[in-house]
């Protein structure tokens, strides 16, 4: 047993934190107060363990929990993390947005338990951290106590994570953060060559980069089952001829990504009868998960993961289901050639990227929540929040969640979509949840009403005239507790602050755009007094209701249509 020493940036705060199973752990000593970086070298599995006072926390930040947004208990925080399933982070914060503690492990840890919860007996924070999978022979934990956003902490922890992976990510292309189409609401397994052109030709109307053909193409069968799973050729039916399919998309000015589950492989596959003794478990009835310590069955996925673009000249991959590897009972695997799912995993997606790089440089790779550990950063160029249909407060809560922990990696929102009787406010509160992420849509878009027409252009549009605050801007949202009540993102040129349940903005900038994503049409605008401003008011459909130049009192009440948009520019 090996103790250590925490301490706040103040020095007032001390703690002795303890490690197990290392063969050796050293500090480092150039780091700002409130900053401690260990280096632990693992001889076997390594557990620390410390306590923490967090008296002011209200929510402990994890990079993946759902809905849930408590404090846990020591005995109820365990989160196996894995390479392909959640991150080595997390962050206690106050009722000010402000990280009390932010504790993470570099990129190297692929699998480990992480624990933070509020020990009963003592009324402080217990960490427990136990690692069991690490590239490269060590890793490093960081504990970061400094006073701060906690948006601002979680960005230290990813800037850490790109250091470390340097030249190992992926390059996102630019096209990652433009508008896309994708057939999953809009057909379920029901797509066809015929649905994919059209969606693809309305797209293009609205200003769409790219179609995203999801689950269905490789089956005739619609049951939403993945029984026939495992082969990924196109069905004969409905995608006769893939090459000239996807020939005719990219006339129509589009990128073409295709939907994989490499590791789902159905019991009405060809692979079956080959691979079905390579195999992890059963994932139902019908179909078994695909044990990727073998190298057959990673040859076998490589060849499925890169004949749609060398044979059909598909520009990405969709690939879903990487969690489906994050298993625990692993079955013995004595002629494997690896000692880890997890490292299997990695020996694929690798394998896969560096050959679709080969045939195209810019190849799109889209990965699904929960897989966010920064180890998969060197193999997918964008991340979709994880499925919510119609749940435009949940898509705010999964891409806020995605972008605080994706660095520069793109970030996309769920697939849109609503009724078709919906209100015209109702469309626009769809987008405004998708706000600060990349919007992708699955809506007949050639068969709106033009109501909803008029909404959507407005909405798809606003996402690209701002990009560069949304998309690029330092993004400051506020009460993680609270599913962020509002979220703020500070632009070169431009804030843009979009309020849910908090209506109290607070301008502080020469332009500031507040988006009103909640259900009044009302907001509080604070720190515009002291001189004249430009104000315009904007409904959901971008029409303008209100234009002048005033001199606000010190709280100014602005009337904005519900999904509306106000402008203020000091003079």
Not at 27 to 51: A, N
Not at 106 to 117: E, I, Q, T
Not at 297 to 323: M, N, Q, S, T, Y
Not at 387 to 400: F, G
Request: hydrophobic fraction near 40%; charge should be negative; include cysteine.
């Amino acid at each position: 047993m090996t103790t250590f020493e925490i301490r706040s940036g103040d020095g007032r705060t001390r703690r002795t934190g303890s490690v197990s199973g290392a063969a050796g752990l050293s500090g480092r000593t150039d780091v700002e107060p409130g900053l401690q970086y260990f280096d632990v070298v693992p001889d076997g599995p390594v557990t620390l363990r410390w306590t923490w006072p967090a008296e002011d926390a209200v929510t402990l930040w994890r990079a993946t929990q759902g809905s849930r947004r408590e404090l846990p208990t020591d005995w109820g925080s365990h989160r196996e993390v894995r390479s392909v399933r959640s991150a080595p982070v997390a962050s206690l914060v106050d009722a000010r947005d402000r990280s009390i503690a932010t504790i993470s492990l570099s990129s190297s840890v692929r699998r480990c338990d992480f624990a933070v919860g509020v020990n009963e007996e003592t009324a402080e924070q217990l960490i427990e951290l136990t690692v069991t999978d690490v590239e490269g022979g060590s890793f490093a934990l960081r504990i970061d106590t400094r006073t701060q956003h906690f948006a601002d902490a979680l960005r230290g922890v990813t800037a850490d994570w790109t250091a470390e992976l340097g030249d190992r990510i992926a390059r996102v292309p630019p096209v990652a953060r433009e508008a896309m189409y994708s057939t999953w609401y809009s057909d379920h397994q029901h797509v066809s060559a015929e649905s994919v052109e059209r969606h693809a030709r309305a797209g293009a109307a609205y200003g769409t980069k790219a179609v995203i053909v999801d689950d269905g193409w490789q089956t005739d069968d619609t049951r939403r089952g993945y029984a026939y799973c495992g082969d990924w050729e196109p069905t004969g039916e409905t995608f006769p001829d893939m090459a000239g399919h996807v020939r005719r998309v990219h006339e129509l000015g589009q990128l073409y990504v295709l939907w994989l589950a490499p590791p789902l492989m159905g019991a009405h596959s060809k692979a079956w009868a080959r691979l079905k003794d390579r195999t992890l478990g059963q994932a139902d009835a019908n179909v078994r998960v695909l044990d990727p310590r073998y190298r057959e069955v990673r040859d076998h996925l490589l060849e499925c993961a890169i004949r749609p673009v060398r044979d059909w000249g598909v520009d990405g991959l969709k690939i879903d289901f990487i969690d489906s590897w994050a298993r625990d009972d692993v079955p013995a695997a004595p002629d494997a050639d690896c000692e880890s799912v997890d490292e299997g995993v990695e020996l694929l997606l690798q394998a896969i990227a560096d050959e679709l790089k080969r045939l195209r440089p810019e190849v799109l790779i889209e990965f699904r929540q929960d897989y966010v550990h920064p180890r998969l950063w060197q193999f997918g160029t964008f991340l979709r929040a994880g499925d919510c249909a119609l749940d435009p407060v949940e898509n705010r809560v999964r891409t806020i969640d995605c972008r605080l922990l994706a660095g520069d990696r793109a970030v996309h929102s769920d697939m849109l979509m609503w009724s078709p009787s919906a209100s015209v406010e109702n469309v626009a509160q769809q987008f405004i949840g998708a706000l600060f992420s990349t919007a992708q849509v699955s809506m007949e878009l050639d068969a709106l009403p033009p109501e909803h027409e008029q909404v959507v252009r407005y909405w798809l549009g606003f996402l690209n005239d701002h990009a560069d605050a949304l998309l690029h801007g330092v993004l400051l949202p506020s009460r993680p507790d609270a599913r962020y009540t509002q979220v703020r993102a500070v632009g070169q040129s431009e804030t843009v602050v979009a309020v849910f349940t908090d209506p109290v903005v607070r301008v502080e900038d020469p332009c500031t755009v507040i988006v009103n994503g909640s259900a009044e049409p009302r907001l509080y605008v604070e720190g515009a007094d002291g001189g004249p401003v430009d104000l315009v008011v904007s409904d959901c459909s971008g029409h303008e209701v209100r234009r002048a130049t005033t001199t606000p009192p010190a709280v100014w009440v602005i009337d904005v249509p519900v999904g509306g948009v106000a402008r203020i520019v000091k003079s």
